[in-house]
């Protein structure tokens, strides 16, 4: 099983902002796949829901789709239960020092102050776990990188937000049916979007 984690913050206030770009791919293969995602994830701590997922096929592949339901400091929680290695997650998350709308698959590192990937690293207990950071910087970024993680993507900016989610899902589907190494071959090599 190969498990796609998207991160973000749940509820209606937070969609389509930066900072859920990683819910926004899950979402997009979700509806490609006609997959619903209604299994519940209870956390260990409190037995409170942790994330929500659903499974499809691709090709000899079972795909997992997760999204976390605690805020996005906490996304870690949901992995606590995993249903595969840490080489078997990808987790996918906004990326502020990246332009808007480029895409990088990295197969470990740190968390470059992304709190939410921070989380999932913690509770995995390894850097070394597959991340595919989405690009939604601005030309300069703001001094209050909060506020501007929590903002909606301007008129101008969601034509290209569009076409890097839906590419991002493509090479999220590659990493889980070819491999890391194809998949950073081909899509990291993508054109960065103009700042």
């Known amino acids: 099983m190969k498990l796609l984690v998207g991160l973000g913050n749940p509820g209606h206030t937070y969609n389509e902002t930066r900072h ?7 979402q997009w293969l979700a509806q490609r796949h006609q997959v619903a995602i209604g299994t519940r994830v209870l956390s260990r701590l409190d037995g409170r829901p942790a994330g929500v997922y659903g ?24 992995l606590r239960e995993l249903p595969a290695g840490a080489q078997d997650v990808l987790i996918l998350c906004d990326d502020v020092h990246l332009p808007l709308g480029a895409i990088r698959l990295r197969p470990e590192g740190g968390a470059g102050g992304h709190h939410g990937l921070q989380s999932c690293l913690d509770v995995l207990g390894t850097e070394a776990v597959p991340r595919l950071r989405i690009g939604v910087a601005a030309n300069p970024l703001p001094r209050d990188l909060t506020e501007f993680v929590l903002s909606k993507f301007t008129s101008a900016e969601r034509p290209l937000m569009h076409q890097a989610i839906a590419q991002a899902a493509e090479a999220a589907e590659a990493w889980a049916t070819e491999g890391l190494e194809a998949a950073m ?3 990291n090599r993508t054109q960065d979007a103009p700042t």
Not at 20 to 26: K, M, R
Not at 58 to 64: D, K, W
């Open 20 to 26: 859920n770009s990683g819910f926004a791919v899950i």
């Open 55 to 78: 499974d499809y096929a691709l090709g000899q592949e079972t795909v997992r789709l997760l999204m976390p339901l605690t805020m996005m400091n906490e996304s870690g929680e949901a």
């Open 185 to 187: 071959n081909r899509y």
